[in-house]
């Protein structure tokens, strides 16, 4: 007993510590890294998005599970990487997900992502803490507009080799996407508690509109978080589209002081060649999130 309460608490040490969690004094929300931002692109806009179709939608099983009916033509893969804070920590995370349409009105999402953190050291030993995510989606039109999509995120931590916590959350989420309009709401990270802590359970509302300017179409943005802890979190971004080839985009989060996502600016990049896109994201302007880089490819069939 003595073993898993020094694990408990050491892995959500660990987890804060990581840049992406937390402010200074975090909450005691279990597995923050369920809501990191999985999508380079989306990250560029400071995870806003939700509602609209930035960076496709492979990576629709980490929290956006309508995504994928309303864009994917067939399949869609993706495949990333995030390099967190490096002044800060050593956290790696490698990120894979895809969706497939299965007929006019059903697709589905997969996808899997993992960490490992800092080494740290307890009684004289050397523990590299690691964390996994296996995520699955389906998602369904209920008419050219309207869809409706669940996701379920299983994670995993391990701070000692033979001793780990796990946890399943869900999400549900419906959407209305017409012409250049699109909005979306529903609930992400649904689930009991692990040990004597909540997962960061939030209601979510997401919107976004495109307008065409010539061979640039704009692109705004913008979510809010409610969390049931209390907290609560707001994200605004643009993405500048040149004649569909090359994508700038810019975002920041408002965050409250617990919130599992601090408040941070970010810029970024995409490229666009046919049926191939790379998106490349830097966040700045956090305590803890500062120099965080992001990169990845995705394909379209």
Same mark, same amino acid.
């Given at each position: 007993?003595?073993?898993?309460? =020094?694990?408990?608490?050491?892995?959500?040490? @660990?987890?804060?510590?990581?840049?992406?969690?937390?402010?200074?004094?975090?909450?005691?929300?279990?597995?923050?890294?369920?809501?990191?931002?999985?999508?380079?692109?989306?990250?560029?806009?400071?995870?806003?998005?939700?509602?609209?179709?930035?960076?496709?939608? @492979? !990576?629709?099983?980490?929290?956006?599970?309508?995504?994928? &009916?309303?864009?994917?033509?067939?399949?869609?893969?993706?495949?990333?990487?995030?390099?967190?804070?490096?002044?800060?920590?050593?956290?790696?995370?490698?990120?894979?997900?895809?969706?497939?349409?299965?007929? #006019?009105?059903?697709?589905?999402?997969?996808?899997?992502?993992?960490?490992? $953190?800092?080494?740290?050291?307890?009684?004289?030993?050397?523990?590299?803490?690691?964390?996994?995510?296996?995520?699955? @989606?389906?998602?369904? @039109? $209920?008419?050219?507009?309207?869809?409706?999509?669940?996701?379920?995120?299983?994670?995993?931590?391990?701070?000692?080799?033979?001793?780990?916590?796990?946890?399943?959350?869900?999400?549900?989420?419906?959407?209305? #996407?017409?012409?250049?309009?699109?909005?979306?709401?529903?609930?992400?990270? =649904?689930?009991?508690?692990?040990?004597?802590?909540?997962?960061?359970?939030?209601?979510?509302?997401?919107?976004? !509109?495109?307008?065409?300017?010539?061979? &640039?179409?704009?692109?705004?943005?913008?979510?809010?978080?409610?969390?049931?802890?209390?907290?609560?979190?707001?994200?605004?971004?643009?993405?500048?589209?040149?004649?569909?080839?090359?994508?700038? #985009?810019?975002? !920041?989060?408002?965050?409250?002081?617990?919130?599992?996502?601090?408040?941070?600016?970010?810029?970024?990049?995409?490229?666009?060649?046919?049926?191939?896109?790379?998106?490349?994201?830097?966040?700045?302007?956090?305590? !803890?999130?500062?120099?965080?880089?992001?990169?990845?490819?995705?394909? #379209?069939?």
């Amino acid at each position: 007993m003595k073993r898993i309460a =020094l694990f408990l608490s050491l892995t959500i040490s @660990a987890a804060f510590a990581a840049p992406a969690v937390a402010q200074e004094t975090a909450s005691s929300e279990a597995f923050p890294i369920i809501r990191y931002e999985r999508n380079p692109a989306r990250a560029a806009v400071a995870g806003a998005g939700t509602a609209t179709m930035i960076g496709g939608s @492979a !990576y629709a099983a980490f929290g956006s599970p309508c995504s994928a &009916v309303d864009t994917v033509k067939k399949i869609e893969a993706a495949a990333s990487y995030a390099k967190w804070a490096p002044g800060l920590s050593n956290s790696n995370n490698l990120v894979a997900g895809a969706s497939f349409r299965l007929n #006019r009105k059903l697709a589905l999402s997969v996808g899997y992502a993992g960490q490992t $953190l800092s080494s740290i050291n307890v009684n004289g030993q050397d523990y590299t803490p690691k964390d996994m995510i296996i995520a699955g @989606a389906v998602s369904f @039109a $209920l008419g050219k507009s309207l869809s409706v999509g669940a996701s379920v995120n299983y994670a995993k931590s391990e701070l000692f080799e033979d001793t780990s916590i796990s946890g399943t959350a869900f999400d549900l989420m419906l959407s209305y #996407r017409r012409d250049a309009f699109g909005v979306a709401g529903g609930v992400r990270s =649904l689930g009991g508690k692990i040990g004597n802590s909540s997962l960061p359970t939030s209601a979510l509302v997401s919107g976004g !509109y495109s307008i065409p300017a010539g061979p &640039v179409v704009l692109n705004l943005v913008a979510d809010a978080d409610y969390y049931f802890s209390g907290n609560w979190s707001a994200a605004a971004g643009a993405e500048a589209s040149v004649m569909s080839l090359v994508q700038v #985009r810019a975002g !920041y989060r408002f965050s409250s002081e617990h919130a599992v996502i601090p408040s941070h600016l970010s810029l970024g990049v995409g490229l666009t060649l046919g049926p191939a896109a790379l998106d490349v994201t830097y966040l700045t302007a956090s305590e !803890y999130l500062d120099s965080t880089i992001m990169g990845g490819v995705r394909i #379209r069939f």
